[in-house]
């Protein structure tokens, strides 16, 4: 089965600047457009292996994962509220 970065999160993310993220795809627009590839980061890491995953899986627990990990990056980056 072939990824599908337009999977909806399990909620909408709001940023502070009122960016709202609804999928996966716009998750991952923003850790590209914030975090330079060299980053190390293992919280950022894991986000970025489980929304992966969402997208290939798209079961309803990988999605809630992949949320929940992006909403961590986003508030400890203080992107998000």
Same mark, same amino acid.
């Given at each position: 089965?072939?990824?599908?970065? *337009?999977?909806?999160?399990?909620? *909408?993310?709001?940023?502070?600047?009122? *960016?709202?993220?609804? %999928?996966?795809?716009?998750?991952?627009?923003?850790?590209?457009? *914030?975090?330079?590839?060299?980053?190390?980061?293992?919280?950022?890491?894991?986000?970025?292996?489980?929304?992966?995953?969402?997208?290939? %899986?798209?079961?309803?627990?990988?999605?809630?994962?992949? %949320?929940?990990?992006?909403?961590?990056?986003?508030?400890?980056?203080?992107?998000?509220?």
């Amino acid at each position: 089965m072939a990824a599908s970065w *337009t999977r909806l999160l399990s909620r *909408t993310l709001v940023l502070k600047d009122g *960016t709202h993220l609804a %999928t996966l795809h716009d998750v991952a627009k923003v850790f590209t457009r *914030t975090f330079d590839n060299s980053v190390r980061w293992p919280t950022l890491d894991y986000a970025i292996e489980l929304l992966m995953k969402a997208a290939e %899986t798209g079961t309803e627990e990988d999605v809630k994962a992949a %949320t929940n990990q992006a909403a961590i990056v986003l508030r400890q980056r203080v992107l998000m509220r």
